[in-house]
């Protein structure tokens, strides 16, 4: 296994989090905005965890809703380095969406999130050495 596959792998980070009122909108289903949140929290997690270096989000791509996830849902949170280049990484984060009180699982949401690693004068540098 390659030194980056590795890295990829030691990298993945997964949350959990519970889709509480004040994470909803007024149609009682996790809001977008707060969605995107945590995916960009989990994916910086990831990208630094994966460079350990300072990282900045430069862009999103593609992000896809493709259910509503409901207030009283547990939801998963899984990022992993999806491509490497000189300075930057993408990470692909997925939401699981769990009912709280029984198995059902499905995947609701995909997102891409594109960091660059920088130094102390906020330049780009190598991801990884």
Request: charged content about 25%; glycine content about 4%.
């Given at each position: 296994?390659s030194n980056?596959?590795l890295?990829?792998?030691q990298?993945?980070?997964?949350i959990f989090?519970?889709?509480?009122?004040?994470?909803?909108?007024h149609?009682?289903?996790l809001?977008g905005?707060?969605t995107?949140h945590?995916?960009d929290?989990?994916?910086?997690i990831?990208?630094?965890?994966?460079?350990?270096k300072k990282?900045v989000t430069v862009?999103?791509?593609?992000i896809?809703f493709t259910?509503?996830?409901?207030?009283?849902s547990?939801?998963?949170l899984?990022?992993?380095?999806d491509k490497?280049g000189r300075?930057?990484?993408?990470?692909?984060?997925?939401?699981?969406?769990?009912d709280m009180?029984s198995?059902?699982?499905?995947?609701?949401?995909t997102?891409?999130?594109?960091f660059?690693a920088?130094g102390?004068d906020k330049?780009?540098v190598?991801i990884?050495?």
């Open positions: 296994m980056i596959e890295l990829k792998d990298s993945e980070t997964r989090k519970a889709v509480f009122p004040n994470t909803t909108n149609y009682d289903t809001f905005g707060t995107l945590m995916m929290e989990a994916s910086f990831c990208a630094t965890r994966f460079s350990r990282v862009s999103t791509d593609k896809d259910k509503p996830i409901p207030q009283g547990i939801v998963e899984i990022a992993r380095v490497v300075s930057s990484c993408v990470v692909k984060v997925d939401i699981f969406m769990e009180y198995a059902q699982r499905e995947k609701v949401v997102g891409y999130f594109t660059v920088i102390d330049k780009p190598a990884v050495d």
